[in-house]
Each structure stands twice: as structure tokens, then as C-alpha cells.
């Protein structure tokens, strides 16, 4: 009984002592229960702002995860596109399929163009000729072929900006409105006439230009992208002035800088571009774009850059095509009549070639992402 007693008498008093501890703590709980409150509200907005960033990535393509082995399988994405030839092909027979719509629009933009900005002067075109001719004269055999000097003016006229000589800052303005409005046109026009529709050329002029500045939003995104290949090109040059690359450990060093840049631009432009293309869609925002074309070129950038590539090769040749027998034919004409020789023949038709070839090049890569957004991936 003695010991029952101590031990009701011990725990009576370690619950007065409880009771005691809880009335001397209980006005500091309440103190810290306002600062509870706010932690837990700033807690759950944290939990919010993670579930709602979580939804959204959920919504995107991860080929990649940090920290982990990525399996060929698990990043490889396959595509239903036909190949290079084939695409271009294509593209050359799209656009000469609905050559009564797109020829009248070429002859549209050149006019505007002339217009707006005008063409390179005749007198800057016979600057090309008589460089070349002096040069053709300190050769060994003192004169040159006219299918090399075409192919010179050529080059020449191509690389220097042939189209204008001077432009101002207004002029350059309507130049860059005049090839975006090509763009959004053309983009229009293809996207009925392959959803079996036959649009008109005025439809595409009033309905095509909703977009305009969701486009030149992505434009400056494209801009700020471009950023490493320009200071690759500033640096480049600034390292050639001063000898920098004379030295092997820096010609090393820059190279090593100049393909990470590269890389980098190369990595982020390969979807940009194909967001210009998205944005032109009716109700798609910017950032909703660049998001939409980031998912679908995931795993495909290499392909998209090889297209490229072959876009590039194929300009090329379609310059090489068209303006060397016009060039040929001019130098022919003006030296048998001198009444023409004022004419600015090679200016003209190497606007309506460039015209052409954005348009070819706006087709190429609609069609590219035409097929890449039908292809259903299993």
C-alpha cells in the first residue's frame, strides 16, 4: 500500500508539474503562433507555385533527366519526313503548282520593293566590272573568261548586299516589313491550299497579317539568341587585327570558345526558327510558340540543322541557275548596244530571284514542320 501510494503521489505530481509547465509555456505558444501562421501560409503558396511548375513540365518533352544515364530508346524520336532531295523537290512542286496565286505576289513584292526601297544602281554594278576587268588585266594571260567574270559579278552582287546599295535606316525598315509580310503571305497561303482550299492572293494580303507582332516578337527572341554567333564574329575579327591567333594555345583557347558559342546558337535557333513558323497560327502567342516548337524539335535539332544545310546549298544553286545565264546575256546585250548599257537588268532579276527564293525558303520550312506536327509518335 506504501508503494502504491508513493506512486500515485509521483505522478500526481509530475502532472501538477506538467499542468504547471503548460501554463508558463502557454502564453509563449500564443505568442508564436502568428509567426506559425504566416510560415505555414508561405508554405503552402511554395507547395502552389511547385505543383503548378510541376503541371507545366509535365505538359513539355524531357528527353533528359540530370544525373542519369540517358538510353538511345528513351531520347531517339522518329519522323515520317521524306529525305533531302525529296524535300526539296517538293517544295520546288508546291509552289509551281499554285504558280497562278504565288507569281502575281512575286510581282507584287518586287514592285513594292522597287517602290519602298529601290534597286542597286547601274553605276555600283559597273563598279563590280571594272574591278574585275583591271584584275583580269594583271593576270598572266591578261584576260578572263565570261563565264568566270559572270560568275565573280555574281558573287560579288550577292555578297554585298546587291539588292541596294546605301540603304538608310528607313529604307532598311520597309525592307525588313516587305520580307516578313512575304513570309506571313506565303505561311497563309500554304496553309489552305494543303488543307484543299483555294484561297486568292488578296485573302492571304488582308488576313495574313494578324500575327505580325507576335512574329516580331519571336523575331527579337531569335535576336537576343544570335547573340554568342555575333561576338563570335566581333571577336574574330578583333583577334585577327591584333594577331591573337597567331599564338597555337590561343588559336586553341578561341576555338575552343568560338564552336561553344556556336553550339549554343546552333541549339537554340534550331527551334526558334521553327516557332516562326508556329506563332503564324491563329491564337498562338509568342511564348506559347516557342514552347510548342522547343517540344517538337526535341531529339531532332541535328535533323533540323542538316535541312538547313541542304536549304542552303539548294539557294545556292538556284542563284547559280538563274542569274549566271542573266548575267551572261547582259554582258552580251551591252556590248553589242550601247543604248542599254544604263539598264539595270542584273539589279532587276536578282530582286526577283532573292523574292523567289525567300518564298522557297518560307515553303521549305513550313512543309519541314507541317510533317513533323502530323507524324504521330507511338
Same mark, same amino acid.
Not at 599564338?247 to 564552336?259: D, G, N, R, S
Given at each position: ?24 509555456? @502557454? ?21 502552389? %507555385?511547385?505543383?503548378?511548375?510541376? +503541371?507545366?513540365? +509535365? ?22 519526313? &521524306?529525305?533531302?532531295?525529296?524535300? @526539296? ?9 499554285? %504558280?497562278?496565286?504565288?507569281?502575281? $505576289? ?25 574591278? =574585275? ?14 563565264? +568566270?567574270? @559572270? ?22 525598315? *520597309?525592307? !525588313? =516589313? ?7 503571305? #506565303?505561311? $497563309?497561303?500554304?496553309?489552305? *491550299? ?6 486568292? !492572293? ?31 564574329? =566581333? #571577336? ?11 599564338? &597555337? ?7 575552343? $570558345? +568560338? @564552336? ?30 516557342? $514552347? ?28 547559280? =541557275? ?16 550601247? %543604248?542599254?548599257?544604263? %539598264?539595270?537588268?542584273? &539589279? ?31
Amino acid at each position: 500500500m506504501a508503494k502504491t501510494n508513493s506512486n500515485t503521489s509521483k505522478e500526481s505530481k509530475k502532472v501538477t508539474n506538467s499542468r504547471l509547465s503548460a501554463k508558463t509555456k @502557454a502564453p509563449k505558444e500564443g505568442h508564436n503562433s502568428g509567426k506559425s501562421d504566416r510560415r505555414s501560409v508561405i508554405g503552402r503558396k511554395i507547395n502552389s %507555385w511547385k505543383q503548378t511548375i510541376r +503541371a507545366r513540365r +509535365a505538359k513539355h518533352v524531357h528527353l533528359h533527366k540530370s544525373f542519369k544515364r540517358s538510353y538511345r530508346e528513351d531520347y531517339l524520336r522518329q519522323t515520317s519526313t &521524306p529525305g533531302l532531295l525529296s524535300h @526539296a523537290m517538293i517544295t520546288f512542286k508546291t509552289i509551281f503548282r499554285h %504558280w497562278r496565286t504565288f507569281l502575281p $505576289f512575286i510581282a507584287l513584292m518586287v514592285f513594292l520593293y522597287i517602290f519602298a526601297v529601290g534597286l542597286m544602281s547601274e553605276d555600283f554594278y559597273k563598279q563590280f566590272q571594272d574591278s =574585275i576587268d583591271e584584275t583580269s588585266s594583271e593576270l598572266a594571260t591578261g584576260q578572263i573568261g565570261n563565264f +568566270a567574270k @559572270a560568275s565573280l559579278l555574281l558573287i560579288s552582287t550577292v555578297t554585298s548586299g546587291g539588292l541596294d546599295a546605301g540603304m538608310g535606316e528607313s529604307q532598311t525598315i *520597309f525592307m !525588313l =516589313i516587305l520580307f516578313l509580310v512575304m513570309w506571313l503571305v #506565303t505561311i $497563309f497561303l500554304l496553309r489552305h *491550299f494543303l488543307a484543299g482550299e483555294k484561297p486568292r !492572293l488578296r485573302d492571304g494580303l488582308y488576313n495574313a497579317l494578324a500575327p505580325l507582332l507576335s512574329t516580331l516578337l519571336v523575331f527579337i527572341v531569335i535576336f537576343i539568341q544570335s547573340i554568342p554567333i555575333m561576338l563570335v564574329i =566581333i #571577336t574574330y575579327s578583333a583577334a585577327v587585327l591584333t594577331n591573337f591567333l597567331a599564338t &597555337p594555345f590561343y588559336a586553341l583557347v578561341y576555338f575552343i $570558345f +568560338a @564552336a561553344l558559342m556556336l553550339l549554343l546558337s546552333g541549339y537554340l535557333l534550331s527551334s526558334s526558327i521553327m516557332a516562326l513558323v508556329a506563332v503564324t497560327a491563329p491564337g498562338v502567342y509568342p511564348i506559347t510558340a516557342l $514552347f510548342a516548337a522547343s517540344d517538337l524539335m526535341a531529339g531532332r535539332r541535328l535533323k533540323m540543322v542538316l535541312r538547313l544545310i541542304y536549304l542552303i546549298f539548294v539557294v545556292a544553286m538556284t542563284y547559280i =541557275i538563274t542569274m549566271l545565264p542573266i548575267i551572261l546575256l547582259d554582258l552580251w546585250f551591252k556590248g553589242m548596244w550601247e %543604248w542599254i548599257a544604263g %539598264w539595270p537588268i542584273v &539589279p532587276f532579276f536578282l530582286l526577283v530571284v532573292t523574292c523567289f527564293v525567300f518564298m522557297y525558303a518560307t515553303t521549305y520550312l513550313y512543309l519541314y514542320y507541317r510533317w513533323l506536327l502530323d507524324y504521330k509518335e507511338k
